[in-house]
């Protein structure tokens, strides 16, 4: 063999010893697999699963363990919104789905449940499973069926998962999502509280609000027209009386997710700054963010440290969705006040410029003013009055009608109100400003003048008298017309 050939050997197998030590190398990498990470699994634990906006514990152990998961799809009608239902398909009976919490390098033993009163086939695609489909192909199930697979946690982060059954998006669009946590063996670091919000959309047959039953409308899906975009799978499931609640001083720890199936939400807590934000759920760590972008089928992890006392909003600040789809939680905090960090209103005057008058917001609906819509039913005019009344009025006067003391009166028991012969529809035509006694208490500011139509005022007013000062009144649209024309 000449000297060339032995070099050229000689090259040829120190290229392949290389080739060889890269790949090996690379194998072991965290950025190219985690499989430095693969330790021996001792022992095993049934997962703990929890619906919204509940968390489970971290698995308290040292080591890696075999984590078997079951969960169970199941179809149900549940409520959309108050007086709407809609037919769900579920992880576990609930939307979003069940929230599964293992650690990086735990073997999962995934069992997968299609309950025999469901109509269809379903699946799921973890997007925690490195595999074909993550896990799709594995777990496609008729009803009355189970199926198995086992993967390995390779990957820290907080994860989507989903149906993956064609149609795709209409089974993602009907409610079959959530979140699995693949946190560090050790666990992530300690805070007060952790809560799990995950935002999606729905496209019904009907419109934002429409009473019934409400079936799945393709044609605005695919139009990516939603009615609804909600928090934890309801109009108001975490608000109100169901609102999150937590201390001053206490810490929270957010699990975000969006469903989707088509929109991007911009997640924000209104009062609050994220103190970190992992993400899109992984481990870029980015701090003092106001607003998170999370992409459909993603997610973000979010924390924050309560300051102060009052409700935090928790939204998705495309705004509309949020004030006039559902796009809203809340967490309430509750403790003494802390005027270091905010003193709340100190001071409150009119302000009013030369030249300056009652503002008028337009609805559009100019030409609606003419038409002849026929009178409403009590029970019509509480259901369009109620859904008018949180497009319009609830800013200020609050979902409860409490409004904000000193600044908003409040329509609950108003004396003022129930002193008008016009109860109250002159205000909402023309406005009103200057200084006022409610319930014994002065209120100086100015209320805009709204511009909707007779039909739209008798049923605010109505839901407003009915509701708020229980009052068994009907007010009808002839009466409103009547009180604008004497206004002229």
Known sequence: MTVFHRLRSSLRFLATIGFLWISVFSCQSPENGNQQILGPIEGEVQAVLTDAPEVPPHIDAKHNTKVIVNLEIIEKTMRLADGVDYTFWTFGGSVPGKFIRIRQGDLVEFHLHNHPDNMLPHNIDLHAVTGPGGGAEASL????????????????????????TAPV????????????????????????????????????????????????????ALDERPDYV????????????????????ETVRLFLGNGGPN??????????????????????????????????????????????PGTLHLVDHSIFRAFNKGALAQIKVVGDENHEVFTGK??????????????????????????????????????????????????????????????????????????????????????????????GQKYNNIMPAVSLNDDEIASILTYIHNEFNKENTLIKASEVKGWRESEK
């Open 169 to 220: 998006g209409m089974h993602i669009a009907n409610g079959m999502y959530g979140l699995i946590l693949v946190e560090p063996l050790e666990g992530l670091p300690p805070v007060d509280h952790e809560f799990y919000v995950m935002q999606g959309e729905f496209y019904t047959s009907g419109r934002y609000g429409d009473k019934g039953h409400q079936d799945f409308s393709m044609q605005k």
């Open 346 to 439: 100190q001071k409150e005057e009119v302000y009013l410029p030369e030249g300056s008058a009652i503002q008028h917001i337009s609805s559009g609906k100019s030409d609606q003013q003419a038409m002849a819509i026929p009178e409403k039913s009590q029970p019509e005019r509480m259901e369009a009055g109620k859904r008018l009344y949180l497009q319009n009025c609830m800013a200020c006067h609050m979902e409860q009608g409490t409004g904000i003391s000193g600044t908003f009166p409040p329509l609950v028991n108003s004396d003022f109100l129930k002193a008008r012969s016009d109860k109250g529809a002159g205000i909402i035509i023309r406005g009103l400003q200057g200084e006022i006694m409610v319930n």
């Open 141 to 164: 199930i008729a009803p009355g069926k189970s199926a198995q697979f086992t993967f390995r946690a390779l990957n820290q982060g907080l994860y989507v998962y989903h149906c993956a």
């Open 230 to 249: 909600v928090m934890n799978g309801a109009v108001g499931a975490n608000s109100g009386a169901n609102a999150m609640t937590v201390k001053v001083g």
């Open 263 to 308: 929109l991007v939400s911009s997640f924000h807590v209104i009062g609050e700054i994220f103190n970190k934000v992992y993400v899109e759920g992984g481990n870029l760590v980015n701090h003092n963010v106001q607003t998170t972008v999370i992409p459909a089928g993603g997610s973000a992890i979010a924390e924050f440290k309560c300051e102060v």
